[in-house]
């Protein structure tokens, strides 16, 4: 994926969550602005063949994994022609077609998941590896723990992501976790790095470069992404820091950034920038159409597949 | 071998070694599954027959070990977890409830998670956190199958009704079965059929897993005095074969539920209600564990676990009450 191409899915994710907040009838969201780096520079680094595993805060991961966005849109407002019928929401939407396998609205509930469709692919001898990715709040997890030991010793092909936005709900990792997240790891013996999370390019290199090492067999490895939250954790949480905080938060935007640097770079020029907003907003449109037509399931839904 | 005699334990590893042998998705994990064989013998021979890849030793970490189990079958496997204990599948209640049970419904039937975890349930002299039934509290969830074996040959057929079933199953076992011989007939066993293990026509007497032994003793007690008992084997707890049970009542005409478990929001209560449901206003009775840890001190955890005896002078006292003689009589 090019950097224009990079910049345009990062555009896509803010502009979709930004119609999606909008609404009246959104429901309960978590929302990534701020994080969107971190999710097309990973997704950048997949083939279709990889499965990819998320947290709840999983609708820029999903966009940026190539989902479409109309039923996407259509999932997280409870429509059936959702992929998974409107009953998994942001919290548990799933499309393995895609190559996203779920995302899993339990706090490190999908890291020894992820590790299973690993062992499956190593046993059935399948081509690909799985992404997992989580907060920094799973890092105190046992869960967390008992998975990488376990990853590492069956050297499962593994790109385990921390996406660190520097807030669980409202509790900064310095008052959770005795040490960083990306040094975790390092005790099993898995190959741990660290980037920046606001930089698309750094984070698709890292990724790239961890990718290959996991699909040559050298078993799992640990990606931190020092990323930042510019909303508050969901749309019915309060906001907890100070309007400074939160503005020179939101000055280190990653789409700005890259979006300077494509014009520095002399990659993109101002009218193709806004032709690329433009489609953006008309693709976004078009997901909201496509949902709105879309009904909600009968109450008989309820039961349905529950057994 | 139709007919032959064999334990429970092999029971269990014979059905496993049949369908790893069929079908190269069926694996186990856990601890002390491979060259030990299992805690009871439960795995015997499987590591020998088909090695360390497919019948895989995991350190002590059970919540990791069902969750791994439940992505590998939802990634198209079907694995077996081993929680050695049912005390530690508190630990891996997260994986099995938030993520297992749920699958199939949250992503529509695009994923399933075939998945048994099977586990053993029972007081053996090993004290306050190894000893617990809890099987009652997996009854409530939705997208959970929950089965417990009472005999080898229900052992065989149970764990090959759980391998083809296509969504998380708990298999129970009970710690003084294992060592149990009984015939087995190598046949299927569906999930969600009790049995009638013993006809009889004053009184049924629900029971499953270990406990339809001591309901069997009770009601030779009893039928000395008169008192003709029924027990029906439930064997699976979720789904549960309320129609079999209330048949046996509406004969009867009175219920007592016998379970190892503790009584409130138990296995009993359950089927009295959804028995009560089915037929009306009827006696019941229900027995099962005290109120209170069960203990390794042996004087201390018979006190706590319903006996022959016990069941025996509590259905007696039940059948020959005024309550339940004017219900029967009226």
Redesign the interface.
């Known amino acids: 994926m090019n950097r224009v191409a990079m910049l345009r899915r990062m555009r896509l994710i803010r502009t979709f969550e930004g119609a999606l907040a909008a609404r009246r009838d959104h429901g309960f969201q978590l929302l990534s602005a701020g994080e969107e780096a971190v999710a097309v520079g990973l997704c950048a680094a997949l083939a279709a063949e990889d499965?990819l595993l998320t947290g709840g805060r999983s609708i820029g991961f999903a966009l940026a994994r190539g989902l479409p966005p109309g039923p996407v849109m259509a999932e997280l407002l409870g429509r059936v022609d959702g992929?998974?019928?409107g009953?998994?929401g942001r919290g548990?939407l799933?499309?393995?077609a895609y190559g996203f396998?779920?995302a899993?609205a339990?706090v490190a509930?999908n890291?020894?998941?992820?590790?299973?469709?690993?062992?499956?692919?190593r046993?059935?001898e399948a081509a690909g590896m799985v992404v997992c990715v989580f907060g920094d709040g799973a890092c105190g997890a046992?869960?967390l723990h008992?998975?990488l030991?376990?990853a590492a010793?069956w050297r499962l092909p593994v790109l385990f992501v921390c996406n660190n936005n520097q807030f669980a709900v409202s509790t900064r990792p310095e008052a959770t976790l005795a040490g960083r997240a990306g040094d975790l790891a390092g005790a099993y013996g898995i190959f741990a790095r660290r980037v920046d999370g606001m930089d698309v390019d750094a984070v698709a290199a890292a990724c790239a470069a961890l990718a290959a090492r996991v699909r040559d067999g050298g078993g799992p490895v640990f990606l931190e992404c020092a990323s930042a939250r510019f909303l508050a954790h969901s749309t019915a949480a309060r906001e907890t820091r100070m309007a400074d905080e939160l503005r020179e938060t939101r000055a280190r935007c990653p789409i700005a950034a890259l979006q300077a640097a494509l014009l520095r770079d002399g990659e993109v020029s101002e009218s193709a920038l806004a032709t690329l907003e433009a489609e953006v907003a008309a693709e976004v449109a078009a997901a909201i159409a496509f949902a709105e037509a879309s009904p909600f399931p009968s109450p008989e839904e309820a039961l349905?597949?529950?057994? | 071998m139709p007919n032959e005699k064999i334990f429970y334990r092999e029971g269990i590893a014979r059905a496993l070694h049949e369908a790893m042998a069929a079908d190269e998705r069926v694996?186990v994990m856990g601890q002390d599954v491979g060259a030990f064989g299992g805690a009871y013998r439960e795995f015997d021979g499987l590591h020998a027959a088909f090695g360390p890849?497919?019948v895989r030793d995991?350190?002590v970490?059970e919540?990791?070990?069902?969750?791994?189990?439940?992505?590998?079958?939802?990634?198209?496997?079907r694995?077996v977890v081993s929680v050695t204990y049912m005390d530690f599948l508190m630990l891996a209640l997260?994986?099995l409830v938030?993520?297992g049970a749920?699958l199939?419904?949250?992503?529509?039937?695009?994923?399933t998670a075939p998945l048994v975890v099977i586990t053993t349930a029972g007081a053996k002299g090993q004290g306050v956190a190894h000893s617990q039934c809890i099987e009652a509290w997996l009854m409530g969830v939705?997208?959970l199958k929950v089965v417990a074996p009472a005999t080898p040959d229900d052992a065989y057929g149970l764990m090959r009704a759980a391998l083809a079933a296509d969504?998380p199953v708990v298999y129970v076992a009970h710690k003084k079965l294992f060592p149990m011989a009984g015939a087995c007939g190598a046949g299927d066993v569906p999930m969600g059929a009790a049995n009638i293990i013993r006809a009889g026509r004053d009184v049924t007497i629900t029971a499953h897993s270990y406990m339809t032994r001591i309901a069997l003793a009770a009601a030779d007690n009893l039928s000395v005095e008169g008192i003709s008992c029924e027990i029906v084997d439930i064997r699976s707890l979720r789904?549960l074969d309320v129609g079999l049970v209330a048949a046996s009542v509406a004969r009867t005409g009175a219920l007592v539920t016998l379970e190892e478990g503790q009584l409130a929001c138990g296995v009993g209560g359950e089927i009295a209600a959804r028995v009560r449901e089915a037929l009306g206003p009827l006696p019941v009775q229900r027995i099962g564990a005290r109120a209170a840890p069960v203990s390794s001190n042996p004087v201390l955890e018979r006190a706590c676990i319903p006996d022959a005896a016990r069941v025996a002078a509590e259905t007696r006292r039940f059948i020959l009450n005024d309550a339940t003689s004017r219900w029967r009589a009226g």
Do not use: C
């Not at chain 1, 890291?111 to 692919?121: D, F, H, K, N, T």
């Not at chain 1, 349905?304 to 057994?307: G, K, L, Q, R």
């Not at chain 2, 070990?65 to 079958?73: D, F, H, K, Q, R």
């Open positions: 499965q992929p998974n019928q009953r998994a548990h799933s499309w393995p396998f779920g899993h339990v509930g890291m020894s998941v992820a590790a299973g469709v690993a062992l499956a692919r046993l059935r046992g869960a008992e998975t030991n376990i010793l349905a597949d529950a057994e | 694996f890849e497919r995991m350190p970490a919540a990791a070990m069902v969750g791994i189990g439940l992505g590998a079958a939802a990634a198209g496997m694995p997260d994986p938030n993520y749920k199939r419904f949250k992503t529509a039937g695009k994923l939705p997208g969504g789904p």
